[in-house]
């Protein structure tokens, strides 16, 4: 899928992915060195690789949430009572990657 990472004055910009309902909001951290200037080509590349490879990553954290709720508060959830709203970019462009994943 092709997304265009265009960053608002937020440093946020909205995508839809494949298999979920809800748009997602991808953000920049604000105490990145890159959020001052535009992301070189290769962390857009990186960014967008790592949305591509959703089917990879959002079933295991999403199973990891799952567990960690039964384990620290006996709360027996299920997949559909997560809903992924954010994924931060943590690193700057000499930085190996970091993402972090807000679920509702």
Do not use: P
């Not at 960053?7 to 959020?35: A, H």
């Not at 690789?49 to 954290?61: A, G, L, V």
């Amino acid at each position: 899928m092709v997304y265009e990472l265009a960053f608002d004055e937020n440093l946020e910009t909205y995508i839809s992915i494949n298999g979920l309902e809800d748009e997602v909001c991808i953000s920049l951290s604000d105490s990145l060195y890159d959020s001052k200037e535009d992301l070189t080509e290769q962390n857009k590349t990186k960014i967008i690789n790592f949305i591509d490879n959703f089917e990879n990553w959002y079933n295991k954290s999403v199973t990891a949430i799952l567990n960690w709720a039964k384990q620290e508060y006996n709360v027996t959830a299920k997949t559909d009572d997560l809903t992924l709203l954010n994924i931060f970019i943590l690193f700057d462009k000499n930085n190996d990657e970091l993402y972090g994943l807000e679920f509702r």
